[in-house]
Every structure is written in structure tokens, then in C-alpha cells.
């Protein structure tokens, strides 16, 4: 009686489960099977062509079109999503089964990769082009600027010594400093690139402000360095984000002179 019992139990518990159907290449309707890639059975050796590319493929005889790009993309390094599949004229989508479609041992199956996925990569092997382009021009300046580093250092020692120099040779360059300058303007840089730009930007303000002091002092020959001349260049930012020389706003005078006379006996 008990055994009568949990007999019932399991056949009420099957009666319950949900069962999946399939259409045989026959017309038999039957219950529907768990295959994939590593399903057991007979495989079939599919040959898989992709462009100038031929690849001989293992697949059980049941396995869906999914289940073969799983397969295909460890010999071509495309992901499953990245693959197109035609069988006889017509792209298979993933669910559908080889044998359902007519696919025998050694059937050929021509493999495409995704146009849209096709773009994204070349959209991203330009920027990856357009970042390393980039960060050789900002080094290209860089190397410039350390020449020109030393001879600003070259200059404020000559100055530091009482050697008179002449204005021209702070002009000069200051010159050769903005025209380096201009080069990191016209450089388009993203991520690292554009970081490295700024770097190079400020580095170049920093030694236009040293010339324009020293510059500022050589012209008064009896200054000192408890007062000493003071210069700051005033920077104008441009929408690329380089700096650029502008000229400082004159300040008015505080003082008001006035001629008014008294007139004494």
C-alpha cells in the first residue's frame, strides 16, 4: 500500500513536468533532446569557410548552428556573437539544428563576421592609431622643450653671475617657446596623450615666466634681490585647453593730481 502510494506520487510528479517538442527531418513529432557541444553521439566534419580561410570542424550531428560557432571560435578568435552563418544561400540563426536544415558530414558552412561588429573594431584601431599618433607628437615637443630648458637654465646662470646680456636673447627664446607652444595647440589628443599635452603646456608658461623676470631685472642692472621686478605673464586659456600669451590689462593710477593754487600775501 505504501509502495502503491509513492508509486502514484511519481507518476502525479511526471505528469506535472514540462516537456519540449521537436519536428524530426521525417515529419515525427517527438520529445525534444539536450544536445550541444559537448553532447554525445555520432560528429560530422563540417567544413567551415571564411574567406581565404578553410577550417575542418567536429560537431555532433544534433548540434544547433549556436553550438558550432561555440566550436568555430576557438579556431578563428571571432566570439559566437561576432559570426554570421550560411548554409545553402541562407543565414542559420543560432537555435536552429544542423540536421534539421540538411547539414551532413561534410557540409560546407561559409562563415562571415558581422559587418556592424566589423565597424566597431575599425572605429577603435583608429582611435587606438589617432591616441599613439598623439602621444609621439606631444614627445616630439617634449624633446624640443628640454633643449630650450637648457638654455634658459644656461641664460639665468649667465644672469646670476653680473654678465650683462642683451634683451634679444630673452626674446628670442620666448619666441622658440611659444612656437612650441603652438605645436601642442594644434595636436588632438585624448586619455593619456592629453595629459601628457597639459603637462607639457604648463612646463612651457613656467619658462616664458622665468625669461619675463629675468628679462625684468637685466633691464634695471641695480636691482637686487630684495626688489627685485616681479613679472607675471598673463595666460588665456585657449577651448583646447593650451595656454596662450595675452596682453595684461594697464592699471589705472591711484594717484589723482589736481593744480589747484593758493594765492599768499
Not at 567544413?47 to 579556431?75: M, R, W
Not at 603637462?199 to 634695471?220: G, M, P
Request: one cysteine or more.
Amino acid at each position: 500500500m505504501k509502495s502503491s502510494t509513492s508509486k502514484g506520487t511519481e507518476t502525479r510528479e511526471f505528469n506535472y513536468r514540462e516537456i519540449d517538442w521537436e519536428l524530426r527531418p521525417g515529419g515525427m513529432l517527438v520529445q525534444k533532446r539536450d544536445v550541444g557541444v559537448g553532447s554525445s553521439g555520432p560528429l560530422i566534419k563540417i567544413k567551415v569557410s571564411h574567406g581565404s580561410c578553410h577550417y575542418d570542424t567536429d560537431v555532433p550531428a544534433q548540434s544547433t548552428f549556436g553550438d558550432l560557432k561555440k566550436v568555430i571560435a576557438n579556431e578563428t578568435g571571432l566570439e559566437p556573437k561576432e559570426q554570421r552563418l550560411l548554409f545553402r544561400g541562407k543565414e542559420r540563426e543560432n537555435d536552429e539544428y544542423l540536421h534539421m536544415v540538411g547539414v551532413k558530414d561534410m557540409s560546407k558552412v561559409i562563415l562571415f563576421e558581422d559587418p556592424a561588429s566589423k565597424e566597431r573594431k575599425l572605429e577603435e584601431m583608429k582611435r587606438n592609431q589617432g591616441t599613439f599618433e598623439a602621444y609621439e607628437a606631444v614627445a616630439r615637443v617634449r624633446a624640443e622643450v628640454d633643449k630650450l630648458c637648457e638654455k634658459v637654465v644656461a641664460l639665468e646662470t649667465t644672469f646670476c653671475s653680473g654678465t650683462a646680456i642683451a634683451d634679444k636673447e630673452f626674446v628670442v627664446l620666448t619666441e622658440l617657446l611659444m612656437i612650441q607652444l603652438l605645436k601642442l595647440d594644434s595636436i588632438e589628443a585624448n586619455g593619456e596623450a592629453k595629459v601628457q599635452r597639459r603637462i607639457e603646456v604648463r612646463r612651457i608658461q613656467s619658462f616664458v615666466d622665468t625669461l619675463d623676470n629675468l628679462k625684468a631685472r637685466n633691464s634695471d642692472p641695480f636691482s637686487n634681490s630684495s626688489n627685485a621686478v616681479s613679472v607675471t605673464t598673463k595666460w588665456e586659456t585657449f577651448a583646447s585647453g593650451v595656454g596662450s600669451l595675452s596682453a595684461p590689462v594697464p592699471i589705472q593710477s591711484a594717484t589723482k593730481v589736481t593744480q589747484d593754487w593758493e594765492l599768499f600775501d
